[in-house]
């Protein structure tokens, strides 16, 4: 017999909305977190499956418990907090991030997402009040190297992640069973689509553009889709000092020509695309030598997948110009293609709604970095709410989100998880 949740009717769903997130609470755990894996530097070092990383964890698995909250860690080592909703056979409402860091990360990368789960959970229980649906709070393994929690949720574990080495030297199979995790039944950690209702995760920017329009909050569009290609170009080698000008074919002359019609790429009146040449290689590489070869990588960014795809045709048709006004070959290998992900309709709505029910300002923009929330669109609805990294720093000991931005990021989240849950949508 399925047994209901103990559930308090005389809080009623207007007075959820209106309970407050508790400032103090929310600034000390996010403090508290930070000292985990320390630096010198004031920075954080939380490598995914580390002891630090064990030990974020556990603190807040301890937290989440305390909220009410039941936790399940998954094979893929994902921490699963759940809180029963009026009705147990809806899908959850879910929210979270991830709490491991780069070598040299900051204290609100991932960390913020968290903590704003655990807080919305914790202000629940202390109510005594309920959701109609599930509320899940989920701390994804391992985002900032492989994504395997993500992945693994939605299913999309590539095969060859069983034999990455990560940086504390462990294979993935044993680092998982570190975490609780378990790679021989990854596949169990895939979810169903009616398991989730809706998946809104709070994150810091990692960028300069709130700033600069002076936005508490960034309603995200979408994650953008990301070509990567390698170019190389090839000319003739020859000596620097008795070749004259007109007969030779400098690959490096073209190849400035070439970064600069990359950069030409991203020239579009919406400012929205990336075009980054971010390595170049040349060969011979010698100061008396008209360089022969040259590779270069591209990077490009865009939150529309047929924009992309026409970048992509016009980056060709320059090269062909180039190639025959320097008399270079030029070839274009492409070496990653990642599909733009776009975030709900209904709830960027819900985002811009408790925005203005909170008077608190905010600006429409994509996420150029990926995140956990791109994987769990292949199993249902996706938000992501931003708030601003002071100088647009992130992955760094200089990472900063001020109190009143997390806050403000933390209750724009409560209540559009509230209007996700109220409006069943
Ligand atoms: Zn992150």
């Given amino acids: 017999m399925l047994i209901p949740p103990k559930i308090n009717p005389s809080v009623s769903l207007a007075a959820t909305a209106a309970m407050q997130i508790n400032s103090d609470r929310l600034r000390h755990r996010l403090q508290q977190l930070a000292q985990i894996g320390r630096l010198p530097n004031g920075g954080v070092s939380r490598l995914a499956f580390s002891a630090a990383d064990q030990d974020a964890r556990a603190q807040t698995q301890q937290w989440l418990q305390m909220a009410g909250m039941t936790v399940r860690i998954d094979p893929a080592g994902n921490l699963?907090?759940?809180?029963?909703?009026?009705?147990?056979?809806?899908?959850?409402?879910?929210?979270?991030?991830?709490?491991?860091?780069?070598?040299?990360?900051?204290?609100?990368?991932?960390?913020?997402?968290?903590?704003?789960?655990?807080?919305?959970?914790?202000?629940?229980?202390?109510a005594h009040a309920h959701f109609h649906h599930p509320f899940e709070?989920?701390?994804?393994?391992?985002?900032?190297?492989?994504?395997?929690?993500?992945?693994?949720?939605?299913?999309?574990?590539?095969?060859?992640?069983?034999?990455?080495?990560?940086?504390?030297?462990?294979?993935?199979?044993?680092?998982?069973?570190?975490?609780?995790?378990?790679?021989?039944?990854?596949?169990?950690?895939?979810?169903?689509?009616?398991?989730?209702?809706?998946?809104?995760?709070?994150?810091?920017?990692?960028?300069?553009?709130?700033?600069?329009?002076?936005?508490?909050?960034?309603?995200?569009?979408?994650?953008?889709?990301?070509?990567?290609?390698?170019?190389?170009?090839?000319?003739?080698?020859?000596?620097?000092?008795?070749?004259?000008?007109?007969?030779?074919?400098?690959?490096?002359v073209a190849a400035a020509r070439v970064i600069l019609a990359v950069q030409a790429l991203a020239n579009d009146e919406h400012k929205q695309t990336v075009a980054t040449v971010g390595e170049i290689h040349t060969i011979p590489n010698t100061v008396n030598v008209i360089p022969g070869t040259i590779k270069l990588t591209v990077d490009l960014r865009d939150l529309c997948d047929r924009h992309l795809n026409q970048l992509q045709s016009q980056l060709n048709q320059n090269l062909q110009t180039i190639g025959q006004e320097t008399r270079t070959k030029i070839a274009l290998q492409p070496t990653l293609q990642t599909p733009a992900v776009l975030a709900d309709a209904e709830i960027q709505a819900a985002i811009e709604q408790s925005?203005?029910?909170?008077?608190?300002?905010?600006?429409?923009?994509?996420?150029?970095?990926?995140?956990?929330?791109?994987?769990?669109?292949?199993?249902?609805?996706?938000?992501?709410?931003?708030?601003p990294s002071r100088g647009g720093i992130s992955h760094s000991a200089q990472e900063y989100t001020a109190p009143q931005h997390c806050l403000q990021g933390v209750q724009v989240l409560w209540q559009t998880l509230w209007q996700c849950d109220r409006q069943l949508i």
């Fill in 137 to 252: 709070v989920i701390v994804f393994a391992d985002e900032e190297g492989s994504m395997i929690g993500s992945k693994a949720m939605s299913g999309s574990v590539e095969s060859r992640m069983a034999t990455l080495n990560r940086s504390n030297s462990n294979p993935l199979a044993k680092a998982l069973t570190a975490i609780g995790g378990n790679w021989k039944a990854i596949e169990q950690a895939k979810r169903q689509s009616e398991e989730l209702h809706a998946f809104v995760e709070l994150h810091v920017e990692q960028g300069p553009v709130l700033e600069s329009v002076r936005a508490a909050i960034g309603i995200v569009e979408g994650i953008v889709g990301q070509r990567r290609y390698q170019i190389t170009i090839e000319g003739q080698a020859n000596h620097a000092g008795t070749t004259p000008m007109h007969l030779r074919q400098d690959a490096l």
């Fill in 80 to 126: 699963i907090g759940r809180y029963p909703g009026q009705d147990e056979t809806l899908g959850a409402i879910a929210t979270g991030s991830h709490l491991d860091t780069v070598s040299c990360g900051g204290s609100y990368d991932g960390a913020l997402g968290v903590i704003a789960g655990v807080e919305i959970a914790q202000t629940l229980h202390d």
């Fill in 355 to 387: 925005c203005q029910m909170l008077n608190t300002s905010y600006h429409y923009l994509p996420s150029r970095a990926g995140h956990d929330a791109q994987s769990l669109a292949r199993l249902t609805r996706i938000g992501m709410i931003f708030v």
